[in-house]
């Protein structure tokens, strides 16, 4: 069992910045990617940013240029720094990881339970 908690969200006026946490815990054997997606209310949930075990990073055009994903590998934990927030940006924010429990090459996909980020005009 993997559980993924983010912390982080609240509430910033738009121009300001907020850094998002996620640590996964639990029975882990190894994890691959993580990421963050957001949803807002009436809209599909969609990729935010995603960062492989090696480092590389992908990122939605909407934020490139403003959000930063990082991870530290020794803490299972994924960071999301974002800048210069747009109400535009406001949805609840999900963690993403796929993650190995054994030395099987089956991997399954956790979700954290969100957090919310609210960006005032």
């Known amino acids: 069992q993997v559980q993924l908690v983010e912390s982080g969200g609240g509430l910033v006026q738009a121009g300001g910045s907020l850094r998002l946490s996620c640590a996964a815990s639990?029975?882990?054997?190894?994890?691959?990617?993580m990421g963050w997606y957001r949803q807002a209310p009436g809209k599909q949930r969609e990729l935010v940013a995603a960062?492989?075990?090696?480092?590389?990073?992908n990122y939605a055009d909407s934020v490139k240029g403003r959000f930063t994903i990082s991870r530290d590998n020794a803490k299972d934990t994924v960071y999301l720094q974002m800048n210069s927030l747009k109400p535009e940006d406001t949805a609840v924010y999900y963690c993403?990881?796929?993650?190995?429990?054994?030395?099987?090459?089956?991997?399954?996909?956790?979700w954290g339970q969100g957090t919310q980020v609210t960006v005032s005009p």
């Open positions: 993403n990881a796929e993650v190995r429990t054994d030395s099987s090459r089956r991997q399954y996909r956790y």
């Open positions: 960062i492989s075990s090696g480092g590389s990073t």
């Open positions: 639990g029975t882990i054997f190894s994890i691959n990617a």
